[in-house]
């Protein structure tokens, strides 16, 4: 008997469809999962109307099963509806770079320079799975590591979530016209299951509002 690539039971899970070059189209919920096909149904906004056989990533959460990014190519499409074939999951490492997300938050930067430990106010401009871009009033070198400290918070009135994410800074961008530097970070060593979860809940949370408020501005 042929297997799904993931399991049936991601059906109901909220997922998002976006472009091969990274671009959020949608997000839907998944409908059913069969060896064929994911299909997948519109939310509160209709689908957008996708090309025949156009390439797709559909990254799919669910707190209990984990998350999944796929890729496949679009079988039909209606504004209610969204039909995916071809599919194939992506490995982890793969996925941790399809799931950037722009944002400008709050967050504390620590690092250690001849003993004691410094802290800095900085703002996180993007991240992923994987790292995150941050701006910093402090000059930093390739390979330096810190800290970054992170309010992870679902929601406004959820007990606070603060992530410490130790860090290797590896792109340094400077910015003339602002006069200011930002740092490219990966993300060391093995991040705990909580981490993962919280990290991967306030991703999503970020990328529904950035469709939500896209959706508005159309109207």
Known sequence: MA??????????????IKSMSNTLVAVGKIMEVSEEYIKIASGKNELRVLNFH????????????????????????????LTIS??????????RNFFRV??????????????????????VLDMSLSGLRFRVDHEFSRDDTVSVILDL??????????????CRIVRVIENSEKNEIQYG??????QDDATQDALCSFLFKKQREFLNSRNKSLK
């Not at 071809?86 to 996925?95: C, K, P």
């Not at 918070?153 to 130790?166: D, F, G, I, V, Y």
């Not at 970070?185 to 093995?190: L, M, N």
């Open 3 to 16: 297997q799904t690539v993931i399991s049936k039971e991601y059906a109901n899970s909220v997922c998002e």
């Open 185 to 190: 970070c990966e993300f060391t060593g093995k």
């Open 54 to 81: 156009e390439e797709v990533k559909v990254n799919i959460f669910n707190t209990s099963l984990g998350f999944k990014v796929v890729v496949g190519v679009v079988f039909t499409s209606t504004p209610g509806e």
């Open 153 to 166: 918070r679902a929601n406004k009135n959820a007990r606070e979530n603060r992530c410490t994410l130790p």
């Open 102 to 123: 722009d944002m400008d938050l709050e967050a504390m930067v620590m690092f250690k320079k001849r003993g004691p430990v410094h802290e800095l106010s900085a703002r």
């Open 86 to 95: 071809d599919v194939s999951i992506l490995t982890d490492r793969e996925r």
